[in-house]
């Protein structure tokens, strides 16, 4: 059938996870109890780092430009799939689409350069403390935070760009909970294997360098941290690196598999980005302050109201 006798798509129509109505109402409350954890712990946190002064160090700011990015990841896709959760109509508007399509890549992408930096940070404070502080200077710290979110920027924009690039016509659901470009491109009506190689490129970029990077500072680290000769400084190095190790896994392992590897079933597609845009936004927050001392101190001087340190 020619595409000229076709339909240009102006609204899509989101499947979500289920179309059975009681599974869905059980995932509006899941979704709710996950999105509010998430508000909180994030806010909390990151007031937390700016209001305590002993908490003005690289990691922590680092950590609180983190908990922003994943605020505004999560704020980004979960109010929208609540409200489709409950409500018949279930569509969104192409432009709508593709606002979303580009503030998720810009926040997922600046999360990734995030995670970089901080294995990197990581590893100069384990393996090279003496220089550390040296290295690791405010200066670097603001110029490393605004490379990561420039580079969100900029790689949300290419991709963004290919995959709307390809014309939408006929065919306007989507098997999916949220505008993601794997599930959007499969809806277009040409060719998409240079929108689909420009994306791999990209997630080359964004995904497999940053993974390569904290691979090789964790090396390091480990070899570094059984070379302690005490045994609290080996418990204190493992500690602070496994919270980070844990979130890395999470995020990196999911998003790799919905854009790094072939074309996967859409249900599993589905399940797989419920873990790097619902659950990682959460655990963030969670483990690094049910794990750090110094985030558990500074939550006990904020309810007990000691007076903290100012910028």
């Given at each position: ?11 899509f ?5 289920t179309d ?5 109402l059980?995932?509006?409350?899941l979704?709710?109890?996950v999105?509010?954890i ?8 990151i ?5 305590d002064s002993q ?6 700011f ?8 994943d ?14 959760m409950?409500?018949?109509t ?7 689409c ?16 995030l ?11 384990i ?8 290295i690791?200077?405010w ?8 490379e ?17 690039r390809p014309?939408?016509q006929?065919e ?10 794997p ?18 490129l ?6 497999l360098?940053?993974?390569t990077l904290?691979l090789?500072s964790y ?5 570094t ?13 493992f ?10 896994v ?15 079933a859409?249900?599993?597609?589905k399940l797989?980005?419920?873990?790097y845009?619902v ?7 969670l483990?690094?302050?049910l794990?750090?001392?110094d985030v ?6 904020a309810?007990f ?7």
């Amino acid at each position: 059938m020619s595409q000229t006798n076709k339909t240009w798509v102006t609204d899509f129509f989101l499947l979500g996870l289920t179309d059975d109505p009681q599974t869905q109402l059980l995932l509006f409350v899941l979704f709710l109890v996950v999105y509010l954890i998430t508000v909180l712990g994030n806010l909390l946190l990151i007031s937390l780092v700016l209001s305590d002064s002993q908490l003005h160090t690289p990691m922590y700011f680092f950590l609180c430009n983190l908990s922003t990015a994943d605020l505004c990841f999560s704020t980004t896709i979960v109010p929208q799939a609540l409200v489709h959760m409950i409500s018949r109509t279930k569509s969104i508007s192409f432009m709508g689409c593709a606002a979303q399509l580009l503030f998720i890549l810009f926040f997922g992408c600046t999360e990734c350069a995030l995670l970089a930096v901080m294995s990197y940070d990581r590893y100069l404070a384990i393996c090279d403390p003496m220089h550390y502080p040296l290295i690791m200077t405010w200066k670097v710290c603001i110029q490393l935070a605004l490379e990561c979110w420039v580079s969100g920027i900029l790689v949300s924009m290419v991709d963004t760009t290919f995959t709307l690039r390809p014309p939408y016509q006929g065919e306007n659901r989507i098997p999916h909970f949220f505008c993601e470009p794997p599930a959007l491109l499969s809806l277009a009506s040409a060719d998409t294997h240079s929108s689909q190689m420009a994306i791999f490129l990209m997630g080359v970029v964004i995904l497999l360098a940053p993974v390569t990077l904290i691979l090789v500072s964790y090396g390091y680290i480990i070899v570094t941290i059984v070379r302690m000769k005490t045994t609290s400084g080996r418990l204190k190095a493992f500690s602070t690196c496994g919270s980070h190790l844990i979130v890395v896994v999470i995020f990196y392992g999911s998003a790799i598999i919905s854009y790094m590897t072939p074309k996967t079933a859409k249900e599993q597609g589905k399940l797989v980005s419920v873990f790097y845009a619902v659950i990682t936004p959460m655990l963030n927050p969670l483990i690094y302050s049910l794990k750090n001392k110094d985030v558990k101190r500074a939550l006990r001087n904020a309810v007990f109201k000691r007076p903290l340190g100012r910028f």
